[in-house]
């Protein structure tokens, strides 16, 4: 969920009305270049988008990728990951955002204090916040791959 220009990581509303919470980050930001003929989506502030929502850069950049089906990497002139083609700025918060209430919110509190960690051929969820732990289940393979190299 976003306002303000923030995105909120919860699945409950009314936390849009807390002007204290805190579990909130800066929306992706995106930049189209023609690079040698070739349509690219820069994702500009990734880093620090993903330094906020506290996950390996380069996992996310894979899990967006496999989902939009495009090839994706690090412009060397500038350091910023892009997608091979022009995606919407829509397209690619929506992948982020399904990501997010599937994998890094936890199933007991709903908070985004989780670790996740691959073993035993299963996604184990940690939370940091209330202890759960959980073995999630019925998940995209496409993701399950990319995620276990956690």
Known sequence: MEQNGKLYLTSDENVLFDNNYRYKISKPEIIYVNKKGTNITILDNFDKFCTELIFDKTLLIKII???LSCKTGID??????????????????????????????????????IDLKYKKEKLKQKCRACGNNTYLQNHNPDIIHILEKL
Do not use: A, R, W
């Not at 910023?80 to 700025?89: A, D, E, P, S």
């Open 65 to 67: 990728g496999k989902q």
């Open 76 to 113: 060397k002139s500038t350091n910023k990951y892009y997608l091979q083609g022009t995606y919407t700025n829509e397209q690619i918060k929506n992948i982020i955002y399904d990501f997010i209430q599937k994998y890094l919110l936890c199933v007991n509190c709903d908070k985004p204090e």
